[in-house]
């Protein structure tokens, strides 16, 4: 059975729920984090998996995949920053702890 | 063949590695896992034949983000206390479950139009004019460096000391 676009989309949406669950359920901030790299790697699995198969010769979903990458690198820079903060000034980064702005 | 081979032993990685950051209760660990993970992908992209973005994956993804990653763990001392899970564990694996059923029952019902073309190698070149020529994207990509500027900028600001 050769490989096809099925496979490379359930691996997606494995390491999808994957992220999802560790987003959801996880306390540390940076683990939190890390579930988001997780998602946004299996979005870029299903971006490249459909440029290969359905437009092999545009390469548009390799082009959203790169931007998905900027986005990425921006984003944990910001995330890092903010985790950094919060531990200077908490002592924790504990994410049921933080409830400052919890109504 | 060689490339299903390829394909099924990058995927089984990659899972595992992805399972292992989220149910390992060392943070560090789960770190370097998440590393395997990238790589992994990195290996996915391979067999996509997208040499650039698996290229670009090893060196943003396994190069700088999981460096910026493992730096704060090492930063913020929450090491000894390993990775707990909060009280919405059971909820959150049922969530997780149900979004893949959703999401792999709606692959397998659409109709996708595979084209059987073989794919373009290699495609650094083919991007390059995709981003920068005529009708392509190059706004967004006058934007990116924008956001990336105003990203480290705050990553700056929000831990100065004041």
Known sequence: MSIGLEHYLILSAILFSIGLYGALAKRNAIVILMSIELMLNAVNIAMVAFSRYIVPLLLTGQVFALFIMVVAAAEVAVGLAIIIAIYRSRETIDATEVNLMKW | ?162
């Open chain 2, 1 to 162: 063949m060689g490339l299903e081979i390829a394909f099924w032993a990058l995927a089984i990685v990659g899972v595992v590695a992805a399972l292992a950051v989220v149910l390992l209760r060392d943070v560090f660990r789960a770190a370097l896992s998440l590393v395997l993970c990238f790589l992994a992908v990195a290996g996915i992209y391979v067999t996509l034949s997208a040499d650039f973005l698996a290229a670009v994956q090893v060196l943003v993804y396994v190069g700088a983000i999981s460096v910026l990653i493992i730096l704060a763990i090492m930063l913020t001392r929450e090491v000894q206390r390993g990775s707990p899970s909060n009280r919405l564990r059971l909820p959150a694996f049922v969530v997780a479950i149900l979004f893949f059923g959703a999401v792999v029952f709606a692959m397998v019902n659409t109709p996708w139009q595979v084209v059987d073309v073989p794919p373009l190698e290699p495609t650094t070149s083919a991007l390059a004019f995709k981003l920068f020529g005529e009708g392509g994207f190059i706004l967004p990509v006058e934007i990116a460096p924008v956001l990336l500027l105003a990203a480290i900028l705050g990553a700056i600001v929000l831990v100065r000391e004041k």
